[in-house]
């Protein structure tokens, strides 16, 4: 019989308790940095007008209907989404050297992902970086994927310890897969830059490493989608057989609708079609077993953008303001700090990227921000630029500069 003594309790998620600790506090200066979604200067969710303007179309066509999609997902979506990450001009898009499986959003990305390396690439190490979003960690030892982590994160200079980064991948088993953010590091804001990422291709590629790429901000980071995708076009041009994680629920702010997709990308070969063919069949038995189909809606509102010129410049457009609104709050952060003369160095704040920025603020001093100034932040010390705005950044500034000193 099923014996429920078994089941341990499991622990609460940090975010989830930090959450619910926000909503209960009735301090009318609160302040929520946990939160991992885009929020307006009034603190608000942004529907982006893009998305109100290809949603409204999607409610009024009468040829709508909520019929299942194929198994690999909607075409026209898992095709431009190719090209958003990957350029239209892709020679890998060309050769037929990709294949595309809508999922469950990047988290669906992730897994399917794994759980095919699991089957199809088994008795390798996944490696992450140190520290990396916490579902990487549990994604992958939900399909028996042994894993190691690499130095990611400097807390003296609180930007990237490359050194160490390359020491350790440079070690790695021949195989081995190493995950990679290719924008906006989640937790850290902290990303390589180009020069970096070409010497990280070059020992990846002298030690014969399996890159899987995690891209769940193009266009959020920098609000430009192709300096957004520029190092995994550069490893792809550099002749490396990989993988990517799709997400867009940052970029388009479809967080609740799961709309990412799963791209697998073969080396140029005379037999990469039939390989790329081979590869797609399985994942789509993957895909049956999983979920038989993929989420409709969301798929359905980026595919209009995608697919219409005039939409995609409008999306463009809305990316800028996103990115544009955080890149201004780092700046403001930064110089206020400065101002006060807060002990410390802040450069960091906008030498980050992305919707996240880690402090260096100790995990004493965020229970202490918590308990005195009602900023809720991670113990890590990470902070979500989106929950600052203009009205209450500088209460924040001044309740950061009060615990350093
Ligand atoms: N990867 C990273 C690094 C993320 O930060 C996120 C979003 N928190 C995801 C994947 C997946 O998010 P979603 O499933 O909403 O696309």
Request: glycine share 8%; hydrophobic share 40%.
């Amino acid at each position: 019989h099923f014996d429920a003594d078994v089941v341990p309790h499991a622990p609460e998620d940090p975010l989830f308790g930090l959450m619910a600790a926000y909503r209960n506090d009735t301090f009318d200066k609160k302040v929520d940095l946990g939160i991992g979604a885009y929020r307006d200067n009034n603190a608000k969710p942004w529907v982006l007008p893009v998305v109100k303007k290809a949603d409204e179309a999607l409610r009024t066509d009468p040829d709508f209907n909520h019929e299942y999609l194929p198994i690999a997902g909607l075409a026209n979506f898992t095709n431009a989404s190719q090209k958003l990450v990957l350029g239209a001009d892709s020679p890998a898009i060309r050769e037929k050297r990709v294949c595309t499986v809508q999922t469950v959003s990047g988290t669906g990305a992730v897994h399917l992902g794994a759980l095919f390396l699991s089957k199809f690439y088994a008795g390798r190490t996944a490696y992450f970086s140190d520290p990396t979003w916490v579902n990487h960690h549990q994604i992958f030892t939900n399909v028996h994927i042994p894993i190691a982590t690499y130095p990611y994160f400097s807390a003296q200079t609180k930007g990237l310890d490359f050194e160490g980064m390359l020491d350790t991948i440079g070690k790695a088993a021949e195989g081995s897969i190493i995950l990679l953010h290719s924008c906006a590091h989640n937790p850290t804001g902290v990303d390589p830059t180009q020069e970096q990422w070409k010497e990280i291709s070059r020992v990846m590629k002298e030690k014969k490493l399996f890159p899987f790429f995690d891209s769940a901000y193009q266009g959020f980071a920098s609000g430009d989608l192709n300096k957004d995708a520029w190092a995994i076009r550069y490893f792809i041009e550099q002749g490396f057989e990989l993988c990517i994680a799709q997400s867009y629920s940052k970029n388009l702010g479809l967080y609740g609708e799961r709309a990412g997709n799963f791209h697998f990308v073969t080396g140029a070969s005379s037999d990469a079609e039939s390989t790329i063919s081979r590869i797609a069949s399985q994942l789509a038995i993957i895909q049956r077993s999983e979920i038989s189909n993929p989420p409709a809606y969301g798929a359905r509102v980026a595919s209009a953008i995608l697919n219409d010129q005039a939409l995609f410049a409008q999306w463009e457009e809305d990316l800028r303001t996103m990115s544009g609104r955080i890149i201004e709050m780092r700046n403001h952060l930064r110089s206020k700090l400065e101002e006060m003369g807060t002990p410390g160095t802040w450069n960091h704040i906008t030498d980050q990227i992305g919707m996240f920025s880690y402090t260096g603020l100790t995990e004493k001093q965020v229970l202490k921000i918590r308990g005195e100034a009602h900023v809720y932040m991670t113990k890590n010390g990470r902070i979500s630029m989106a929950g600052l705005n203009t009205k209450n950044i500088d209460y924040f500034a001044e309740a950061v500069d009060k615990v350093v000193r």
